[in-house]
C-alpha cells in the first residue's frame, strides 16, 4: 500500500496521532505488527488509520466524541486507535470478558457515539447493546467494515485540530471494590507516560515487543506497545494467553522485550517446555499488577533474564515506580523508584501530612501523566485527587535508599480491637506454611472487634491441609488480634482483570459466611470446592 502524508496531519501538533504518521515516513517498510502471523508494516498501518481517521470525519464525529470497541487484539484494532487518535476521537476499548449486562452498564456509562464491534463477540455486543437499550450506530471493525463505510453520526462534530489536552483513551477500572469508572487520558497523559517509558526502560527499533495484555487494559497500549511504534519496533500481537505458545512466539519471533503479570510469569516457568525453550532473545520482561515473589525472580534470573518489576495505576497512564533488573534480585518485594517526569510523596493517611525519609504511608502522585478525570464523574474525581496530587489509595514503605514497597490498599486495611491489620501481612504470613499455595484475607464486621479477619486459603496441589493446621500456623506467627477468626480453605481464589484479587467478592463470601454462622470464634472453618474460582489471567497493570 502507497503512503502518503495527510497534510492535515502533517501541519497539527504533535499529538499521539502524528507518531504512526511520522514512522511511516521514516520507516514505511518495517513491520509495525505481527497480528498471528499476518504483518502490517509501518506504511500500511498509517494509510489504513489515515483513511480511516477521515472516513469517521467525513462522516460527523469528531473532537468530544468517543468511540467504544470491542475486540481482542487485532490490526483492526489498533487501525481503529490511531485513527481516532488522528482525527480527535476518545478511543473506549471495552472487555469482551464482561457479561452482557456488565457490558451493559460501561456501554451507558461511556455513551459513544459509535461502537466498533469484532465479528468473533458479535454476539456479545448485540446483547449488551440491547440491554442498555443503546442507540449508537454500530459498525464491524476492519477493512469489510468500518474502514470500508462509516455509519453516519447522529451528531455532526465540527472540523478541528487535535489538541494535546482532547481525550485519548478511556479506560474502564476493574471494578473489584466498585462500579467501573471510565480513566480519562489525554493525548498529553500518554505523550508524557511513554517519554518516561523511553527514559528508563528504552527500546530501540530492532526490538521485537510480545503483547499478550488484553487491550481494555491501559498496559496493553502504555507498557511497551505504543512507545515500540514511536520508535519503529515490530509488536507481536497475542489475543490469549497460553504459556507453551508464548514460550514458541519468544523462541520463533526473537521476542526481545514482553510484559506481564506475576502469574502469567509463574505459569511459564511451570510450563513443560520452559528447561528446553530457547529464551535468550529477551532482554526486557516488565512485571506489573502485584509484587512478584522472590523465587520467580531466581526462577527467571537462572535463565539469565531478571525481571524488571514495576508499579503503576490507570489513572496515572500507568506508570508510577519501576526497579531495574539488576536491583531486583537484590530487594525481594520492592517496586522501585519513580519514573522520570512523576512525583511521588508518602503521606499520613490521618493527617495528610506528607513524610518524609523512611517512611510508611499512602502513595501519592503527580505529574504530566495524571489523567484528567474519571468519565462523567466529578465527584470521584475529586475524591481521588489532593490539588494536583492523585490519592492512589496504596499504602506503601519506603526505604532510606527511596525505594518503594506496596504494603496494602488502605481501603483493604481493617480495624481489629483498635489496631490496623493489613491482609498482605496475614497473608504473606499464612503462605510461608509449606502447604499453603495461596492466600487471602479480607476484614468483616465483628459486635466486639470491630472487624476480624476471614482468610480463603488455597492447599498446594495434593496437599492434605487441615484449617486446624492453618489457625495454628497463623497464631504461631502473627499477634492474636491479626489471626482469623475464620478460614475456608478453597480451589482458587477469585481473580478481577490482570490478575488482580477480587477483594469484593471475598468480601460478600465472608460477610454471607459470618452472618450465615452468627459470630465466629476463631478456628471455626469450613471447605468449598471452587467456592473463589474464576477466570485466570484477565486484569489491570498496577
Same mark, same amino acid.
Given at each position: 500500500?502507497?503512503?502518503?502524508?495527510?497534510?492535515?496531519?502533517?501541519?497539527?501538533?504533535?499529538?499521539?496521532?502524528?507518531?504512526?504518521?511520522? +514512522?511511516?515516513?521514516?520507516?514505511?517498510? %518495517?513491520?509495525?505488527?505481527?497480528?498471528?502471523?499476518?504483518?502490517?508494516?509501518?506504511?500500511?498501518?498509517?494509510? %489504513?488509520?489515515?483513511?480511516?481517521?477521515?472516513?469517521?470525519?467525513?462522516?460527523?464525529?469528531?473532537?468530544?466524541?468517543?468511540?467504544?470497541?470491542?475486540?481482542?487484539?487485532?490490526?483492526?484494532?489498533?487501525?481503529?486507535?490511531?485513527?481516532?487518535?488522528?482525527?480527535?476521537?476518545?478511543?473506549?476499548?471495552?472487555?469482551?470478558?464482561?457479561?452482557?449486562?456488565?457490558?451493559?452498564?460501561?456501554?451507558?456509562?461511556?455513551?459513544?457515539?459509535?461502537?466498533?464491534?469484532?465479528?468473533?463477540?458479535?454476539?456479545?455486543?448485540?446483547?449488551?447493546?440491547?440491554?442498555?437499550?443503546?442507540?449508537?450506530?454500530?459498525?464491524?471493525?476492519?477493512?469489510?467494515?468500518?474502514?470500508?463505510?462509516?455509519?453516519?453520526?447522529?451528531?455532526?462534530?465540527?472540523?478541528?485540530?487535535?489538541?494535546?489536552?482532547?481525550?485519548?483513551?478511556?479506560?474502564?477500572?476493574?471494578?473489584?471494590?466498585?462500579?467501573?469508572?471510565?480513566?480519562?487520558?489525554?493525548?498529553?497523559?500518554?505523550?508524557?507516560?511513554?517519554?518516561?517509558?523511553?527514559?528508563?526502560?528504552?527500546?530501540?527499533?530492532?526490538?521485537?515487543?510480545?503483547?499478550?495484555?488484553?487491550?481494555?487494559?491501559?498496559?496493553?497500549?502504555?507498557?511497551?506497545?505504543?512507545?515500540?511504534?514511536?520508535?519503529?519496533?515490530?509488536?507481536?500481537?497475542?489475543?490469549?494467553?497460553?504459556?507453551?505458545?508464548?514460550?514458541?512466539?519468544?523462541?520463533?519471533?526473537?521476542?526481545?522485550?514482553?510484559?506481564?503479570?506475576?502469574?502469567?510469569?509463574?505459569?511459564?516457568?511451570?510450563?513443560?517446555?520452559?528447561?528446553?525453550?530457547?529464551?535468550?532473545?529477551?532482554?526486557?520482561?516488565?512485571?506489573?499488577?502485584?509484587?512478584?515473589?522472590?523465587?520467580?525472580?531466581?526462577?527467571?534470573?537462572?535463565?539469565?533474564?531478571?525481571?524488571?518489576?514495576?508499579?503503576?495505576?490507570?489513572?496515572?497512564?500507568?506508570?508510577?515506580?519501576?526497579?531495574?533488573?539488576?536491583?531486583?534480585?537484590?530487594?525481594?518485594?520492592?517496586?522501585? %523508584?519513580?519514573?522520570?517526569?512523576?512525583?511521588?510523596?508518602?503521606?499520613?493517611?490521618?493527617?495528610?501530612?506528607?513524610?518524609?525519609?523512611?517512611?510508611?504511608?499512602?502513595?501519592?502522585?503527580?505529574?504530566?501523566?495524571?489523567?484528567?478525570?474519571?468519565?462523567?464523574?466529578?465527584?470521584?474525581?475529586?475524591?481521588?485527587?489532593?490539588?494536583?496530587?492523585?490519592?492512589?489509595?496504596?499504602?506503601?514503605?519506603?526505604?532510606?535508599?527511596?525505594?518503594?514497597?506496596?504494603?496494602?490498599?488502605?481501603?483493604?486495611?481493617?480495624?481489629?480491637?483498635?489496631?490496623?491489620?493489613?491482609?498482605?501481612?496475614?497473608?504473606?504470613?499464612?503462605?510461608?506454611?509449606?502447604?499453603?499455595?495461596?492466600?487471602?484475607?479480607?476484614?468483616?464486621?465483628?459486635?466486639?472487634?470491630?472487624?476480624?479477619?476471614?482468610?480463603?486459603?488455597?492447599?498446594?496441589?495434593?496437599?492434605?491441609?487441615?484449617?486446624?493446621?492453618?489457625?495454628?500456623?497463623?497464631?504461631?506467627?502473627?499477634?492474636?488480634?491479626?489471626?482469623?477468626?475464620?478460614?475456608?480453605?478453597?480451589?482458587?481464589?477469585?481473580?478481577?482483570?490482570?490478575?488482580?484479587?477480587?477483594?469484593?467478592?471475598?468480601?460478600?463470601?465472608?460477610?454471607?459466611?459470618?452472618?450465615?454462622?452468627?459470630?465466629?470464634?476463631?478456628?471455626?472453618?469450613? +471447605?468449598?470446592?471452587?467456592?473463589?474460582?474464576?477466570?485466570?489471567?484477565?486484569?489491570?497493570?498496577?
Amino acid at each position: 500500500m502507497t503512503w502518503t502524508a495527510d497534510p492535515d496531519i502533517d501541519d497539527g501538533p504533535h499529538t499521539i496521532g502524528r507518531w504512526i504518521v511520522d +514512522r511511516a515516513t521514516r520507516s514505511p517498510d %518495517r513491520i509495525a505488527i505481527d497480528d498471528r502471523g499476518v504483518t502490517t508494516d509501518y506504511a500500511t498501518l498509517a494509510a %489504513r488509520a489515515t483513511a480511516l481517521a477521515d472516513a469517521v470525519r467525513h462522516a460527523g464525529y469528531g473532537p468530544d466524541d468517543r468511540i467504544a470497541t470491542v475486540s481482542g487484539n487485532s490490526t483492526d484494532h489498533v487501525v481503529a486507535f490511531f485513527a481516532c487518535a488522528i482525527a480527535g476521537i476518545a478511543f473506549v476499548p471495552l472487555s469482551w470478558r464482561l457479561t452482557p449486562r456488565e457490558l451493559a452498564d460501561v456501554l451507558t456509562r461511556s455513551d459513544p457515539a459509535l461502537v466498533l464491534v469484532e465479528d468473533e463477540h458479535a454476539a456479545l455486543a448485540g446483547e449488551a447493546l440491547r440491554v442498555a437499550a443503546a442507540t449508537a450506530p454500530v459498525a464491524q471493525l476492519g477493512t469489510t467494515g468500518v474502514e470500508r463505510s462509516a455509519p453516519r453520526s447522529s451528531h455532526r462534530r465540527s472540523r478541528r485540530p487535535v489538541r494535546d489536552d482532547d481525550p485519548l483513551l478511556v479506560i474502564f477500572t476493574s471494578g473489584s471494590e466498585a462500579a467501573p469508572k471510565g480513566v480519562v487520558l489525554t493525548h498529553a497523559n500518554c505523550f508524557w507516560n511513554n517519554l518516561a517509558l523511553a527514559q528508563a526502560l528504552p527500546l530501540r527499533q530492532d526490538d521485537v515487543v510480545l503483547a499478550m495484555l488484553p487491550q481494555f487494559h491501559v498496559a496493553a497500549w502504555n507498557c511497551q506497545p505504543l512507545l515500540a511504534w514511536w520508535v519503529g519496533a515490530t509488536v507481536v500481537l497475542e489475543r490469549s494467553f497460553q504459556p507453551a505458545r508464548v514460550l514458541q512466539l519468544v523462541a520463533d519471533r526473537h521476542v526481545s522485550a514482553m510484559m506481564g503479570v506475576p502469574t502469567q510469569y509463574a505459569m511459564l516457568v511451570d510450563d513443560r517446555a520452559w528447561e528446553e525453550s530457547d529464551v535468550a532473545s529477551l532482554r526486557l520482561a516488565l512485571v506489573g499488577g502485584a509484587t512478584m515473589p522472590a523465587s520467580l525472580q531466581e526462577a527467571w534470573t537462572a535463565r539469565g533474564i531478571p525481571l524488571t518489576q514495576g508499579y503503576g495505576l490507570t489513572e496515572a497512564a500507568p506508570n508510577v515506580l519501576h526497579l531495574p533488573a539488576a536491583e531486583a534480585a537484590g530487594a525481594p518485594g520492592a517496586v522501585g %523508584r519513580p519514573y522520570p517526569h512523576v512525583s511521588v510523596r508518602v503521606v499520613d493517611p490521618v493527617s495528610e501530612l506528607p513524610l518524609e525519609g523512611e517512611a510508611i504511608g499512602e502513595l501519592w502522585v503527580r505529574g504530566p501523566s495524571v489523567f484528567a478525570g474519571y468519565l462523567g464523574d466529578d465527584a470521584a474525581t475529586a475524591r481521588a485527587m489532593s490539588g494536583d496530587w492523585l490519592r492512589t489509595g496504596d499504602l506503601v514503605s519506603r526505604d532510606a535508599d527511596g525505594v518503594f514497597r506496596v504494603v496494602d490498599r488502605l481501603k483493604d486495611i481493617f480495624i481489629s480491637g483498635g489496631e490496623n491489620v493489613a491482609p498482605a501481612e496475614v497473608e504473606y504470613a499464612l503462605c510461608l506454611h509449606p502447604l499453603v499455595e495461596a492466600a487471602a484475607v479480607v476484614g468483616v464486621p465483628d459486635p466486639v472487634w470491630g472487624e476480624r479477619g476471614v482468610a480463603f486459603v488455597v492447599p498446594a496441589t495434593g496437599a492434605a491441609l487441615s484449617v486446624d493446621e492453618v489457625l495454628a500456623h497463623a497464631r504461631r506467627n502473627l499477634a492474636a488480634f491479626k489471626v482469623p477468626v475464620h478460614v475456608e480453605l478453597v480451589e482458587a481464589l477469585p481473580r478481577s482483570t490482570i490478575e488482580k484479587l477480587a477483594r469484593s467478592r471475598l468480601r460478600d463470601r465472608a460477610r454471607m459466611l459470618m452472618g450465615c454462622s452468627g459470630r465466629s470464634e476463631p478456628g471455626e472453618s469450613g +471447605r468449598v470446592e471452587g467456592a473463589a474460582t474464576e477466570s485466570a489471567t484477565e486484569g489491570e497493570a498496577r
